[in-house]
Structures are given as C-alpha cells and as structure tokens.
C-alpha cells in the first residue's frame, strides 16, 4: 500500500497557497476524487501536471512539485 502523503512539496505549495483539491480540480476541469487519487499516490497524467504547474504555481518547476 502507498503512503497518502505523496508528492510533499505540492502538498506544502498548495498549503501555501491555500489552495483545496476541489481549488486544483475545478482549475483544470476534472473531479476532486481525481486529483485526490493522483495526491494519494497514483501517477499524474503529464498534461495534468503541467496544467496544474501553469495555472497555480508557475514560478515552480515540474521537478519541484512532483518529487516524491
């Protein structure tokens, strides 16, 4: 079983920001269980990824936000 605290540094730019799951969900058109999932482990789709980068957090590299 995989941790639920993936992706740590999303986890703390969007506590920053305080940005919710549904925040990123409703920003790129698709369901909070889905970014959930992804959150809880589940690879993001790249293009996902990227769009959640550009919309809130452009000043942060992919690298940054997805490490593991």
Same mark, same amino acid.
């Given at each position: 079983?995989?941790?639920? %605290?993936?992706?740590? %540094?999303?986890?703390? /730019? ?8 549904? %925040? ?7 369901? @909070? /269980? ?20 550009? @919309? ?7 690298? /940054?936000?997805?490490?593991?």
């Amino acid at each position: 079983m995989k941790s639920t %605290n993936q992706y740590p %540094n999303l986890r703390a /730019e969007m506590a920053r920001n305080q940005l919710t799951i549904m %925040n990123i969900a409703d920003g790129i058109g698709t369901r @909070r /269980e889905t970014v959930s999932r992804w959150l809880s482990g589940k690879a993001f789709p790249l293009d996902a990824a990227v769009e959640i980068r550009n @919309r809130f957090f452009p000043d942060k590299t992919l690298d /940054e936000l997805y490490a593991v």
